[in-house]
């Protein structure tokens, strides 16, 4: 799937602002390997189905047995093994002997105490990967995730890694097991060992994955073959908001344009920004914030919600807007099934120039049957306008004032909205008391 940098910022996918980015909310990775793989799985939604239907296999397998994670990796853990490799350490003698173990602990004291520290490390991550492929090597994961259970099995398939699980705690290697160890693990280990932890980075990014899935109560969506695009989920909302709405949506070719209207701060933003991040979501094979969604498989998201003007170009707001309504076209056209979210169209500039250029616009889009628009405007006027073609559906978010206080039910309705309410905040919020004492 398709998605550009404007894309992913408009939707929040990733934000410097933990609490406002998508990807700090699913992250439940318990290393930097998995937020790696993790942040890679974002920045390569998938364009097929199998390759979707497979990740939620695994999500899946995983959901039914996380209680049983082996929580004997951390990233601590990663990291003592990574950089074990790094430090300078004198030769490791060969050989369990006694003789050997106590000369290096005399002899070289203070690599001793870090190959036994290290050495403790090595065999938490070999016990918490042996736990991982008895848990899930079964028949009912996708052959290529059986495939790293597969390889994990045979790299830590050696005498000395098993040795090692099978004491407790690094306090209980001898001196002689120590260096036996020590030996094997810094001079033959070291490219199974890194292997391995690019191996239990993947398994990581799906435990993050499901981990999401049950702490934020997502759902699996249904995706279903087929040459023309549809939506249709029901409660769907917002995954970043703490107590959302949920809403109802139904789009397919025969109704595959949204003309959304309301008052500002009634909900439009909200709406079409959780809509794109359920898709997105589902084209990365999780689990989205819906009771239950069905759709087909797109090609790319394009939106242009948060235009902003380029001072150091001198280019206007309204100029970055008719570039970005441009570069869409130019990407739609292709006849692949897109999802276009447009949020405010022509903001800058004036009402009347607004209203014939989101006219033309909009009469163009919807000549494109493959693919589905949600357009909010605050444009009530051109609704009736669009009310002879077929095709577009209208919404629009109530707000209703009670005794000068605006009160939004964020619920979507059928119809247009015709709400001006801007001078009623401008009252309500002081401003217009404040001009008159001027």
């Not at 391995?196 to 759902?219: K, P």
């Not at 107590?243 to 709406?271: C, D, H, W």
């Not at 559906?393 to 707000?399: D, N, Q, R, V």
Request: with cysteine.
């Amino acid at each position: 799937m398709e998605i550009d940098k404007t894309t992913y910022e408009d939707l929040s996918l990733f934000n410097h602002e933990e609490e406002a980015s998508i990807f700090h909310k699913v992250n439940f990775t318990r290393t930097r390997g998995g937020r790696d793989w993790l942040f890679q799985f974002f920045n390569k939604p998938f364009s097929d189905i199998t390759h979707i239907q497979d990740t939620q296999k695994i999500i899946t397998l995983m959901l039914a047995n996380l209680d049983q994670w082996p929580l004997t990796i951390s990233n601590g853990t990663v990291m003592v093994m990574e950089r074990f490799y790094e430090s300078a350490l004198d030769d490791i003698p060969q050989g369990a002997g006694l003789l050997n173990g106590i000369t290096y602990k005399i002899f070289h004291a203070p690599d001793f105490s870090l190959l036994r520290y290290s050495l403790g490390h090595f065999a938490d991550f070999a016990r918490g990967m042996k736990k991982i492929i008895e848990i899930f090597d079964k028949d009912g994961g996708p052959a290529f995730f059986r495939s790293y259970l597969a390889r994990a099995r045979f790299l830590l398939d050696h005498e000395v890694i098993q040795a090692m699980t099978k004491v407790k705690s690094s306090k209980d290697f001898t001196w002689g097991e120590t260096v036996h160890f020590g030996h094997y693990v810094r001079g033959r280990f070291k490219p199974f060992a890194l292997e391995l932890i690019e191996i239990y980075g993947r398994m990581d990014a799906w435990y993050s994955m499901a981990v999401a899935c049950r702490e934020l109560h997502l759902t699996m969506p249904v995706f279903h073959e087929g040459s023309r695009p549809f939506i249709e989920a029901q409660s769907l909302y917002h995954i970043l908001l703490q107590n959302p709405v949920s809403y109802n949506i139904r789009m397919n070719e025969q109704a595959n344009f949204v003309f959304l209207t309301g008052a500002n701060m009634a909900g439009k933003s909200t709406f079409i920004k959780s809509v794109g991040a359920a898709v997105f979501l589902a084209h990365v094979g999780m689990g989205v914030p819906a009771e239950k969604m069905d759709l087909s498989l797109f090609d790319g998201i394009l939106s242009n919600i948060n235009v902003v003007d380029n001072l150091v170009k001198g280019e206007s707001y309204f100029f970055n807007e008719v570039q970005r309504i441009r570069n869409t076209l130019i990407k739609i056209s292709d006849k692949r099934k897109w999802l276009v979210l447009i949020d405010e169209l022509f903001k800058g500039t004036n009402v009347q120039d607004a209203m014939k250029c989101s006219s033309t616009v909009i009469k163009g889009l919807i000549k494109i049957s493959n693919s589905l628009f949600i357009l909010s405007t605050h444009l009530y006027e051109i609704g009736e306008e669009m009310k002879q073609f077929p095709n577009i559906i209208f919404l629009y978010f109530e707000t209703t004032v009670h005794e000068d206080q605006l009160e939004f039910s964020y619920q979507l309705k059928s119809g247009i909205s015709n709400d001006r309410l801007g001078y009623l905040i401008l009252k309500r919020e002081k401003v217009v008391e404040m001009l008159e004492k001027l």
